[in-house]
């Protein structure tokens, strides 16, 4: 607030203490943070001497805040010259809130597009194009075929497409060559400018994304959300907590599927065509699932005729398909023969080509190869190297020696020689049992490092080139292994792989292992990581001692994570030391991996020595500041982080580092292990760490009690239980809680880890908060009483409040196991989710065992929510004793009504007041249903207790529509009500639909004459309340005018008390009427007076009605107009 006079009033007024100046009335304009000293906070009552301390320590929380904010750069502005200005400062302050107003604008319009864009960019990863372009492409004048096959083609035709689903499944065996076959495809059809083509290659030999469907639906979103920009809208939904860096914890795999089919929806009319590849190479579980979603995908695009073309090709899954969709099995095409064959005569080098000789040999390999390209592929670089040898005399000896199957050749390849067998087992070693793809340079120096001495291990880029890694690549897996492409999409480094994912399944599902190394026994994968680890641990020590001692002096801090001083140290690092990155992250990784056949004691003693190394390389190779560990942290920091539950569990138990001084220094961000490893994601070595907790002290000294303690509060006034909760840790919530946890704690926003984890919906989360605590631990006072009764219906009403379908039920299972009786409570939240209309939650009540009585089902058929019915129906609720059908005809849903009568209601049925269905529908004007009822035999003219049929309940509610509908249908226009009452009569005193009832009742045969019990006629009535158009249509059907009731009152004489009484211009033209209808003037009045007479005394008393005049001309007119019938 920036006026004093109006600060001191409010200030005074509502004893205000500090008013904040900074940015006073810019912080709803601009997206600022403004970082206050503290005297700014009390501007009133600041003592002046520590301002400047204030000041300094605003400034260096502000630069210290700058060097964790990536830089970003944005447009450049335009500064107005000085010529503009012209000294005048008015000029000036104008530019200067014409690009501020400016910028705002531009601002709130580009927000939206810049979260899109920054969303986009968090769906892509690392290598998420790698597979498909490191697929080498076809032959020249192969795959040609495919594009004419009728399978193809008829995938292809839109109007099959109700019969496929928009499927075509390649099937083929290992080796066949479907991923040429599917790059083929897409590059084919890429070339047509209405298609929208979208593909992923699943790789099992790459990383985690790569192999899996989160990376599957990350890529294909990207790719469909990047063609086709329009369709980004869907991220609009999207909170920007999901940014970040890209892992597979970014984004949930539901919330990808739910924007994927979101934006297929919005595709329309263009047609968008899916390359799936390799499914075999993905986890079976995910495929089906996969598959499922697809399917689904393909039913809606049949109904919503959305143009959606998805290709799949795999191994032969005999256990997994899709029930539409067109079927080809590659190996058993003619035209995959020819290619096949083409391949061969082509790249053997086998002289004259033509020679029977060498047309012989073709001939048996394409026999051999049974329609396995890959096959085919290593058996012509072996001949060729005959035909190179001029050893033509040796090809057919060799070729009878090569095996037909493709995991013997792999044998044959492998065993053929014993040269560099070392480098052989190592290789392997690394590519299958690598935590990630190694790049070729940490390939090479992996193998250096377990191979060579330490000196070969630092690399000098002249001494050691690219070409040289590659060529170890070859002759270190004796041509098995090889280098993948550079991804020109993101950039990455090669990696090395086997050629084909059927060299892992030879060597791990085929007992391959054991062919090669005939002593491998079982723990060969354990011996494995045990050697690997030994190569990581030996590249880490040579980087101290050829790196670290060298590059930082003594004292020396790294320069803070995100500048650029330390991205320039990481890549001086990364080119000189190409393994470390990997060797320091993983080295724990494989020591867990080989913990049952190595020493774990002698692992932790000779990393003592290296653990100040190992601190330094992790914050240097760390790109955020506040994931950095303290110089000093404790052992078991380090072990919780890098989730070593087997070397943490040797710890504890050997009280290995309890009694060091660096136990007192935890990690400043985390506070103690426990944090650390809940914090990271570390389960088991959380729980390990909580079932050697110190809850209730134990032999480890005060400082270890403390660190270990499971109720430690973090600087951000979190215990372990709460993170545990939030990142949906159930194992850990579960061992805390057993632990005798603290549950009532509460963090900065006043949630308790319990509140937390029902607000998050996550059941396993949730669910051990209600298991009993282990009796060996005592529980704290102000715990929550975990089994109360209490406790659970609080629950299940924030569960239904939040909607949670899946905590709800876990909820109601759970008090049903506990013996809970929720009594009258069951009852009353099920009538809570069927008035908030949530199917789901009814149908879990119900599932468990919630009574279904008649005020649920009255209560929804009133919500007017078919589903809801539906389910109460499906749960037998009495359709007869609720009076549903009654409460549906009322409400007016047709839907539900129809629903109902298929039930088995009786359409005939009576309310307490004998109201048939047809009557409520009839009285509310629902038309649509009153036509339901009577086609299903309702009686028409059924009157209730008082004597009301639906004919009288729809002229009274004031319905015509439902009026001619019932006559039309029959409905009894002779009926006698109370008093004599007819439905003519009824009709004409509903004075807003008095004139279409009456025309429908005249039309179907009322007696326009007839009388009620005090004789009055329809006439009467209508003249009585002054309906001109009524009386006008009554005459015109032949209503008497000169009938009398009661004293002889006539229509004529109630229309004129009528004038007299309220009306009397209006009433004129009724009277009008009746007379040229034929009324007589000269019939006595009421009080026995001439009309004429009788009107005039009315006049005297009523001045101003004229109504004698009016009867004067109108009887005049009327023998003119009878003198004028009589003449002609």
């Given at each position: 607030m920036k006026h004093?006079?109006?600060?001191?009033?409010?200030?005074?007024?509502?004893?205000?203490?500090?008013?904040?100046?900074?940015?006073?009335?810019?912080?709803?304009?601009?997206?600022?943070?403004?970082?206050r000293g503290i005297c700014d906070y009390a501007d009133s009552h600041?003592?002046?001497?520590?301002?400047?301390?204030?000041?300094?320590?605003?400034?260096?929380?502000?630069?210290?805040?700058?060097?964790?904010?990536?830089?970003?750069?944005?447009?450049?502005?335009?500064?107005?010259?000085?010529?503009?200005?012209?000294?005048?400062?008015?000029?000036?302050?104008?530019?200067?809130?014409?690009?501020?107003?400016?910028?705002?604008?531009?601002?709130?319009?580009?927000?939206?597009?810049?979260?899109?864009?920054?969303?986009?960019?968090?769906?892509?990863?690392?290598?998420?194009?790698?597979?498909?372009?490191?697929?080498?492409?076809?032959?020249?004048?192969?795959?040609?075929?495919?594009?004419?096959?009728?399978?193809?083609?008829?995938?292809?035709?839109?109007?099959?497409?109700?019969?496929?689903?928009?499927?075509?499944?390649?099937?083929?065996?290992?080796?066949?060559?479907?991923?040429?076959?599917?790059?083929?495809?897409?590059?084919?059809?890429?070339?047509?400018?209405?298609?929208?083509?979208?593909?992923?290659?699943?790789?099992?030999?790459?990383?985690?994304?790569?192999?899996?469907?989160?990376?599957?639906?990350?890529?294909?979103?990207?790719?469909?959300?990047?063609?086709?920009?329009?369709?980004?809208?869907?991220?609009?939904?999207?909170?920007?907590?999901?940014?970040?860096?890209?892992?597979?914890?970014?984004?949930k795999l539901d919330h990808l599927r739910s924007l994927f089919l979101d934006a297929i929806k919005r595709v329309k009319k263009r047609q968008v065509i899916c390359f799936i590849d390799a499914l075999d190479e993905?986890?079976?579980?995910?495929?089906?699932?996969?598959?499922?979603?697809?399917?689904?995908?393909g039913q809606r695009a049949v109904l919503s005729k959305i143009r959606m073309h998805t290709c799949f090709s795999s191994r032969h899954y005999p256990h997994i398909g899709i029930k539409n969709g067109v079927r080809l099995t590659l190996e058993a095409q003619a035209g995959h023969a020819k290619d096949l064959e083409e391949y061969v005569r082509t790249k053997l080098e086998n002289g004259d080509a033509e020679s029977p000789k060498a047309i012989d040999i073709v001939k048996q390999i394409l026999q051999k190869a049974s329609g396995v390209f890959m096959w085919a592929v290593l058996v012509v670089e072996i001949l060729n190297k005959e035909y190179q040898r001029g050893r033509i005399f040796a090809v057919q000896g060799r070729l009878d020696t090569i095996p037909?199957?493709?995991?013997?050749?792999?044998?044959?390849?492998?065993?053929?020689?014993?040269?560099?067998?070392?480098?052989?087992?190592?290789?392997?070693?690394?590519?299958?049992?690598?935590?990630?793809?190694?790049?070729?340079?940490?390939?090479?120096?992996?193998?250096?490092?377990?191979?060579?001495?330490?000196?070969?291990?630092?690399?000098?880029?002249?001494?050691?080139?690219?070409?040289?890694?590659e060529l170890f690549v070859l002759s270190s897996s004796k041509g098995l292994a090889e280098t993948t492409a550079t991804s020109k999409a993101t950039n990455t480094d090669p990696t090395v792989q086997f050629i084909h994912e059927s060299v892992r399944d030879f060597l791990l599902k085929d007992d391959g292992i054991r062919a090669i190394w005939p002593d491998a026994g079982p723990d060969f994968e354990a011996k494995s990581h045990e050697r690997l680890k030994s190569c990581c641990f030996s590249y880490i020590k040579v980087a101290a001692s050829h790196w670290l001692s060298n590059s930082l002096s003594a004292g020396t801090s790294l320069p803070k994570a995100c500048s650029y001083e330390a991205n320039d140290l990481r890549l001086l690092v990364g080119n000189m030391l190409p393994f470390l990155e990997y060797a320091n992250s993983q080295l724990f990784s494989h020591a867990e991996c080989a913990a049952a056949v190595m020493s774990k004691i002698r692992f932790l003693q000779e990393f003592r020595p290296i653990q100040a190394a190992w601190v330094v390389f992790f914050n240097l190779l760390e790109k955020y500041e506040v994931r950095r560990?303290?110089?000093?942290?404790?052992?078991?920091?380090?072990?919780?982080?890098?989730?070593?539950?087997?070397?943490?569990?040797?710890?504890?138990?050997?009280?290995?580092?309890?009694?060091?001084?660096?136990?007192?220094?935890?990690?400043?961000?985390?506070?103690?292990p426990l944090h650390a490893a809940v914090f990271k994601g570390s389960q088991e070595a959380a729980e390990v760490l909580v079932r050697y907790s110190a809850k209730n002290g134990g032999s480890l000294r005060k400082q270890a009690v403390r660190e270990l303690h499971i109720d430690v509060v973090n600087k951000r006034g979190r215990t372990a239980l709460s993170i545990a909760v939030e990142k949906e840790q159930s194992r850990v919530v579960r061992a805390l809680l057993r632990r005798g946890a603290d549950t009532t704690h509460k963090d900065r926003n006043g949630h308790t880890p319990f509140d937390m984890a029902i607000e998050k919906g996550h059941v396993p989360t949730a669910m051990p908060f209600f298991d009993p605590v282990d009796p060996a631990y005592s529980v704290c006072p102000q715990q929550y009483q975990r089994n109360s009764t209490e406790l659970l219906k609080q629950t299940i009403a924030l569960a239904v409040r939040l909607r949670q379908d899946k905590m709800l039920d876990a909820l109601l299972k759970r008090g049903s196991e506990l013996g809970v009786d929720l009594g009258g409570e069951s009852s009353h939240f099920a009538e809570v989710v069927v008035?908030?209309?949530?199917?789901?939650?009814?149908?879990?009540?119900?599932?468990?065992?919630?009574?279904?009585?008649?005020?649920?089902?009255?209560?929804?058929?009133?919500?007017?929510?078919?589903?809801?019915?539906?389910?109460?129906?499906?749960?037998?609720?009495?359709?007869?004793?609720?009076g549903a059908l009654h409460l549906a005809a009322e409400s007016g849903d047709n839907t539900i009504v129809e629903l109902l009568l298929q039930k088995g209601a009786d359409v005939q049925g009576q309310d307490e007041s004998g109201r048939s269905p047809l009557c409520m529908a009839s009285a509310r004007?629902?038309?649509?249903?009153?036509?339901?009822?009577?086609?299903?035999?309702?009686?028409?003219?059924?009157?209730?207790?008082?004597?009301?049929?639906?004919?009288?309940?729809?002229?009274?509610?004031?319905?015509?529509?439902?009026v001619q509908l019932l006559l039309d249908k029959g409905a009894n226009v002779h009926c006698v009500y109370i008093k004599g009452c007819r439905p003519l009569h009824l009709a004409i005193r509903m004075m807003n639909s008095a004139q279409k009832s009456v025309q429908l009742l005249l039309e179907k045969g009322a007696d326009v004459n007839c009388q009620q019990d005090n004789g009055m006629t329809a006439l009467h009535l209508a003249a009585q309340r002054g309906e001109h158009s009524v009386v006008e249509t009554l005459l015109r059907h032949g209503a008497d005018p000169n009938l009398g009731y009661k004293h002889g009152k006539t229509a004529l004489s109630e229309a004129i008390n009528h004038a007299v009484e309220s009306y009397p211009h209006?009433?004129?033209?009724?009277?009008?009427?009746?007379?040229?209808?034929?009324?007589?003037?000269?019939?006595?009045?009421?009080?026995?007076?001439?009309?004429?007479?009788?009107?005039?005394?009315?006049?005297?008393?009523?001045?101003?009605?004229?109504?004698?005049?009016?009867?004067?001309?109108?009887?005049?007119?009327?023998?003119?107009?009878?003198?004028?019938?009589?003449?002609?």
């Amino acid at each position: 607030m920036k006026h004093g006079t109006t600060r001191d009033l409010i200030a005074k007024e509502l004893s205000v203490l500090c008013f904040e100046m900074e940015a006073a009335g810019l912080m709803d304009k601009f997206p600022s943070l403004v970082i206050r000293g503290i005297c700014d906070y009390a501007d009133s009552h600041k003592t002046k001497e520590w301002q400047p301390y204030a000041a300094a320590t605003a400034a260096a929380y502000a630069k210290e805040l700058l060097s964790f904010v990536q830089a970003h750069v944005g447009q450049s502005t335009p500064t107005p010259p000085v010529s503009s200005v012209d000294g005048k400062s008015g000029t000036a302050l104008l530019f200067v809130f014409e690009r501020v107003l400016t910028n705002m604008f531009i601002d709130e319009l580009e927000t939206t597009q810049q979260q899109r864009l920054l969303l986009l960019a968090s769906l892509e990863f690392e290598n998420i194009g790698s597979r498909h372009e490191g697929i080498r492409r076809a032959h020249a004048k192969t795959c040609q075929w495919l594009l004419k096959h009728p399978d193809y083609t008829s995938w292809q035709n839109d109007e099959k497409f109700s019969d496929h689903h928009g499927f075509l499944w390649i099937s083929g065996k290992p080796g066949a060559g479907k991923s040429t076959i599917m790059k083929f495809l897409v590059s084919q059809a890429s070339r047509s400018p209405k298609a929208v083509v979208i593909s992923f290659f699943f790789n099992a030999r790459g990383d985690t994304l790569e192999k899996t469907v989160l990376g599957l639906y990350r890529s294909l979103l990207h790719q469909l959300l990047e063609q086709l920009p329009d369709l980004q809208e869907v991220l609009d939904g999207t909170r920007l907590p999901f940014l970040g860096k890209a892992t597979s914890h970014t984004w949930k795999l539901d919330h990808l599927r739910s924007l994927f089919l979101d934006a297929i929806k919005r595709v329309k009319k263009r047609q968008v065509i899916c390359f799936i590849d390799a499914l075999d190479e993905c986890p079976e579980d995910q495929v089906r699932e996969m598959l499922d979603f697809f399917q689904e995908l393909g039913q809606r695009a049949v109904l919503s005729k959305i143009r959606m073309h998805t290709c799949f090709s795999s191994r032969h899954y005999p256990h997994i398909g899709i029930k539409n969709g067109v079927r080809l099995t590659l190996e058993a095409q003619a035209g995959h023969a020819k290619d096949l064959e083409e391949y061969v005569r082509t790249k053997l080098e086998n002289g004259d080509a033509e020679s029977p000789k060498a047309i012989d040999i073709v001939k048996q390999i394409l026999q051999k190869a049974s329609g396995v390209f890959m096959w085919a592929v290593l058996v012509v670089e072996i001949l060729n190297k005959e035909y190179q040898r001029g050893r033509i005399f040796a090809v057919q000896g060799r070729l009878d020696t090569i095996p037909a199957k493709l995991g013997d050749l792999f044998k044959d390849i492998l065993t053929r020689d014993n040269e560099n067998m070392d480098d052989l087992r190592l290789c392997i070693q690394w590519i299958l049992f690598s935590r990630r793809p190694l790049k070729l340079k940490e390939y090479y120096f992996a193998l250096a490092s377990g191979l060579e001495t330490d000196d070969a291990l630092v690399w000098d880029s002249s001494q050691i080139p690219q070409k040289i890694m590659e060529l170890f690549v070859l002759s270190s897996s004796k041509g098995l292994a090889e280098t993948t492409a550079t991804s020109k999409a993101t950039n990455t480094d090669p990696t090395v792989q086997f050629i084909h994912e059927s060299v892992r399944d030879f060597l791990l599902k085929d007992d391959g292992i054991r062919a090669i190394w005939p002593d491998a026994g079982p723990d060969f994968e354990a011996k494995s990581h045990e050697r690997l680890k030994s190569c990581c641990f030996s590249y880490i020590k040579v980087a101290a001692s050829h790196w670290l001692s060298n590059s930082l002096s003594a004292g020396t801090s790294l320069p803070k994570a995100c500048s650029y001083e330390a991205n320039d140290l990481r890549l001086l690092v990364g080119n000189m030391l190409p393994f470390l990155e990997y060797a320091n992250s993983q080295l724990f990784s494989h020591a867990e991996c080989a913990a049952a056949v190595m020493s774990k004691i002698r692992f932790l003693q000779e990393f003592r020595p290296i653990q100040a190394a190992w601190v330094v390389f992790f914050n240097l190779l760390e790109k955020y500041e506040v994931r950095r560990l303290h110089k000093k942290v404790s052992l078991l920091c380090i072990l919780a982080i890098q989730n070593s539950s087997s070397l943490l569990r040797e710890c504890l138990s050997l009280g290995i580092g309890a009694e060091e001084p660096t136990l007192r220094v935890s990690m400043e961000h985390y506070c103690t292990p426990l944090h650390a490893a809940v914090f990271k994601g570390s389960q088991e070595a959380a729980e390990v760490l909580v079932r050697y907790s110190a809850k209730n002290g134990g032999s480890l000294r005060k400082q270890a009690v403390r660190e270990l303690h499971i109720d430690v509060v973090n600087k951000r006034g979190r215990t372990a239980l709460s993170i545990a909760v939030e990142k949906e840790q159930s194992r850990v919530v579960r061992a805390l809680l057993r632990r005798g946890a603290d549950t009532t704690h509460k963090d900065r926003n006043g949630h308790t880890p319990f509140d937390m984890a029902i607000e998050k919906g996550h059941v396993p989360t949730a669910m051990p908060f209600f298991d009993p605590v282990d009796p060996a631990y005592s529980v704290c006072p102000q715990q929550y009483q975990r089994n109360s009764t209490e406790l659970l219906k609080q629950t299940i009403a924030l569960a239904v409040r939040l909607r949670q379908d899946k905590m709800l039920d876990a909820l109601l299972k759970r008090g049903s196991e506990l013996g809970v009786d929720l009594g009258g409570e069951s009852s009353h939240f099920a009538e809570v989710v069927v008035r908030e209309k949530v199917t789901s939650l009814l149908r879990i009540f119900l599932d468990n065992g919630a009574p279904v009585d008649d005020d649920l089902l009255c209560l929804a058929v009133r919500s007017c929510h078919k589903a809801t019915v539906q389910t109460l129906l499906d749960a037998d609720a009495d359709l007869y004793r609720s009076g549903a059908l009654h409460l549906a005809a009322e409400s007016g849903d047709n839907t539900i009504v129809e629903l109902l009568l298929q039930k088995g209601a009786d359409v005939q049925g009576q309310d307490e007041s004998g109201r048939s269905p047809l009557c409520m529908a009839s009285a509310r004007g629902h038309l649509r249903i009153a036509e339901t009822l009577l086609g299903e035999g309702a009686d028409i003219n059924h009157a209730d207790s008082h004597g009301r049929n639906p004919l009288w309940r729809s002229i009274h509610a004031g319905h015509p529509h439902v009026v001619q509908l019932l006559l039309d249908k029959g409905a009894n226009v002779h009926c006698v009500y109370i008093k004599g009452c007819r439905p003519l009569h009824l009709a004409i005193r509903m004075m807003n639909s008095a004139q279409k009832s009456v025309q429908l009742l005249l039309e179907k045969g009322a007696d326009v004459n007839c009388q009620q019990d005090n004789g009055m006629t329809a006439l009467h009535l209508a003249a009585q309340r002054g309906e001109h158009s009524v009386v006008e249509t009554l005459l015109r059907h032949g209503a008497d005018p000169n009938l009398g009731y009661k004293h002889g009152k006539t229509a004529l004489s109630e229309a004129i008390n009528h004038a007299v009484e309220s009306y009397p211009h209006h009433s004129q033209e009724t009277i009008l009427s009746l007379v040229r209808g034929g009324a007589e003037l000269d019939t006595p009045s009421p009080e026995g007076l001439d009309i004429r007479a009788w009107a005039l005394r009315l006049e005297k008393n009523h001045p101003g009605i004229g109504i004698h005049q009016s009867l004067l001309a109108v009887s005049e007119g009327s023998q003119s107009e009878s003198v004028d019938i009589m003449a002609g």
